[in-house]
């Protein structure tokens, strides 16, 4: 593939840029969680202060329009108001925002509150993605989540109350505590209120979280994966049935209502993240990535000495992970594309492996384009890597 330099997104019309900010404290510790937060807040505001200096460092590095802004985590709920709205002013100052740029904080619902959502929108934030995970208090409290099943319903109605329509909730299937009947009714609530996007994500056991202690301790049953993946499937036909678009492997929304900013990632565009472990990827070749370390990011960003890795992506692991991203989404994988960046014989090679799992059922091809069945979603990260290359 030595003529593929450059990995361009392969959906046509595609310009965004996207900034994250990544908040990383939680008040408690969920015990399958692997993300880098912290449950120490005292460093809370400093950490805002660092943030605002990357942003105001990096600024060179963007020259692209930004469409979306997305506060991450962590729980970025827990920052003050005032913080997030300084965050957002300073990256308004220094960088184009487009008029209708899509905004998100991620929130939880026992930060959910009319003076917090009516502040929130005053400063400019347009959409909500709430973790929700669940309505069942035993499976809230097994996943020692920081709210309650009380909460988990009536933030919705506070939301939705309070005048916001962007929203997204989170959903967990697939812990051992979670019955088929019991996650219909999880979606039913998010239906019948008509929350307009979605994201369902299966229960990992990641190491070195308490939830891989716990498995591994026989403190706790371990997880089902047969009973994942019929979950996942009830979860899909359950949420299609209902009008939901199955747009990406875990995410659903209705029509006009995907996440731009997560669609991003998925089609190529270039992003930056700023905060301890946040990623950034420049569109074309190159990725960088923040220290996982709160205090040693806020003493680089005070000292202005930046503390980060970065790597060059080869056209083979471009192409790798074109396969990756573009198989988890509803449009699928362009062999024209793939012919297009990185010659005949990759798009040759693709269609060679593909046999395989067409017999089986797991994909189909309509007009240059392959995209995953039902059944072939099950089994998304194992189809890619039979299709990587070396």
Request: charged share 20%; aromatic share 10%.
């Amino acid at each position: 593939f030595a003529q593929s330099q450059i990995y361009v997104p392969y959906l046509k019309g595609i310009h965004m840029a996207g900034i994250y900010l990544h908040i990383p404290f939680c008040r408690k510790a969920c015990h399958y969680c692997n993300f880098h937060f912290s449950t120490q807040l005292d460093a809370i505001y400093e950490m805002a202060e660092a943030l605002i200096a990357e942003a105001i460092i990096r600024k060179k590095e963007i020259t692209e329009p930004i469409e979306t802004i997305y506060f991450g985590g962590g729980t970025p709920s827990l920052l003050s108001t005032d913080r997030v709205e300084k965050i957002l002013e300073t990256i308004r100052i220094h960088y184009t925002i487009v008029n209708d740029a899509e905004i998100t904080l991620e929130a939880n619902p026992d930060d959910i509150s009319r003076k917090n959502l009516n502040d929130w929108k005053d400063i400019g934030i347009n959409r909500l993605s709430i973790g929700i995970q669940s309505f069942l208090e035993e499976e809230l409290q097994w996943m020692n989540r920081a709210h309650n099943a009380s909460q988990s319903l009536t933030c919705i109605d506070e939301i939705l109350n309070a005048g916001w329509d962007n929203i997204s909730a989170d959903l967990i299937f697939g812990s051992p505590l979670l019955s088929n009947e019991q996650l219909e009714k999880n979606i039913n609530i998010l239906t019948g209120k008509g929350i307009p996007h979605i994201s369902c994500y299966a229960l990992t056991v990641e190491e070195k979280t308490t939830l891989h202690h716990q498995i591994k301790t026989k403190k706790s049953l371990p997880v089902n994966s047969e009973k994942q993946a019929e979950q996942f499937l009830l979860t899909m036909h359950k949420l299609i049935a209902s009008g939901y678009e199955h747009y990406e492997i875990s995410n659903y929304a209705l029509p006009g209502k995907r996440s731009r900013h997560n669609s991003s990632y998925w089609q190529g565009a270039p992003y930056w993240g700023f905060g301890p472990s946040a990623h950034s990827f420049d569109g074309k070749n190159s990725r960088r990535w923040n220290v996982s370390n709160n205090q040693v990011y806020i003493n680089s960003w005070s000292d202005n000495k930046p503390c980060y890795e970065t790597e060059q992506l080869s056209p083979v692991q471009q192409l790798n992970e074109y396969i990756m991203t573009s198989l988890r989404t509803i449009e699928g994988l362009s062999l024209k594309h793939v012919e297009n960046i990185f010659g005949n014989d990759a798009a040759n090679s693709i269609i060679k492996k593909l046999i395989a799992f067409d017999n089986k059922g797991l994909l189909v091809m309509n007009d240059n384009f392959i995209t995953l069945t039902s059944e072939g979603k099950l089994f998304a990260d194992g189809i890619s890597a039979e299709l990587f290359f070396e």
